[in-house]
């Protein structure tokens, strides 16, 4: 596991946290530090374990808009944007939106499945100064195009790493796995792949996402067998030794219990703040304090403004409800936990550094 802080750096980052503890405990005011856009439900795959391309309702956020969003972030103390999809990458001039959030936001990411980054694309996102890009690998060739659908995504994805590493160095490359009972036999050897590539890389445990209005097509199942728990823990433990994840030991401690649907403790047991510093928000112009913890349903719309929208009475009646959603528990996705996970600075102590 990766443990480092650059202060120097991140000392903007580190101003605007203490601010909004100050924000939020004192004058029981928070402000969005995180923002984590859904540019688009469009998508080149069909991914087993996704259920954003089965959205009928198909979408994609104008640069209009997004810009008047990335305004709101910033002004009100912003210092995180993901952006993500669907394929971030089908979206035309992607690139300018990219440009746009990081000459607002401190740090900016892109998620992305890789096929379509190709030199040309990388040389575009290295003049947006685009902080890290996040490359989606679950497995070894045959698997990874197998559960992603697509064939040839296992090499794509390879690509789009030499790609980015050849042309585009100003941009950390991660890779995304999803652990599954499909992939485990495939681990072992993706990780030390990935180790060779010399890139840094992200783990969470495949989910049962919340279904979109007018879905018809059903979550996949699986199976989860003693045989399948016992390689994961191996996983884990090595995973944990691993400089280059970027996981929390705590995070990837908790995978295990959670297959196993154990009822999780500690964090989880706690009321949760994740949405007085985070938000989601959709291709559809929506607002959400956790997306999933409202099963994607009952956002509110940012049309007439983010800001207005964030400090309205109905969206902190989102923020209230979901501090004991305890949603976490079925749906365990690393970009709602791992925030959790080290902010607020109490969690930071309790959870990160003694673990």
């Not at 949405?275 to 913890?293: A, M, S």
């Amino acid at each position: 596991m990766a443990s480092f802080i650059d202060i120097k750096k991140n000392l903007p980052i580190i101003f605007k946290a203490l601010k909004w503890h100050f924000s939020y405990y004192i004058l029981k005011k928070g402000f969005p530090l995180i923002g984590t856009f859904q540019l688009t439900n469009i998508c080149n795959f069909k991914c087993k374990m996704c259920n954003i391309w089965q959205n009928p309702r198909k979408n994609t956020m104008t640069f209009d808009s997004f810009r008047k969003y990335i305004d709101d972030l910033s002004e009100m103390g912003c210092c995180y944007v993901g952006l993500s999809g669907g394929e971030p990458l089908m979206i035309k001039n992607i690139e300018k939106y990219i440009l746009y959030a990081k000459q607002k936001i401190p740090i900016v990411n892109l998620v992305t499945n890789g096929f379509l980054l190709n030199k040309g694309m990388a040389l575009k996102l290295k003049k947006t100064n685009l902080d890290t890009i996040s490359i989606s690998i679950d497995a070894l060739k045959e698997k990874q195009d197998k559960i992603r659908r697509a064939e040839g995504s296992f090499d794509k994805s390879l690509d789009a790493i030499h790609n980015i590493k050849n042309y585009a160095s100003n941009i950390q490359v991660i890779v995304n796995t999803v652990i599954s009972p499909w992939n485990i036999d495939d681990l072992p050897q993706l990780i030390k792949l990935v180790e060779n590539f010399k890139v840094n890389q992200k783990f969470q445990p495949l989910n049962q996402h919340p279904l979109y209005d007018n879905q018809k097509v059903e979550n996949v199942k699986w199976q989860v067998t003693p045989d399948f728990i016992d390689k994961l823990k191996v996983i884990i433990e090595e995973l944990k030794r691993k400089r280059n994840v970027l996981n929390s030991n705590y995070f990837l401690s908790c995978i295990p219990d959670y297959f196993q649907k154990k009822n999780l403790k500690g964090l989880f047991d706690e009321d949760c703040k994740l949405g007085h510093y985070y938000c989601d928000i959709r291709e559809n112009n929506e607002i959400y304090p956790c997306l999933n913890g409202l099963y994607a349903q009952g956002g509110l719309s940012i049309k007439k403004g983010l800001k207005k929208t964030y400090k309205s009475k109905e969206y902190k009646e989102l923020q209230k409800k979901l501090s004991k959603c305890r949603y976490c528990q079925k749906d365990f996705q690393i970009c709602h936990i791992e925030p959790r996970v080290i902010f607020p600075i109490r969690n930071f102590l309790k959870y990160k550094l003694i673990n």
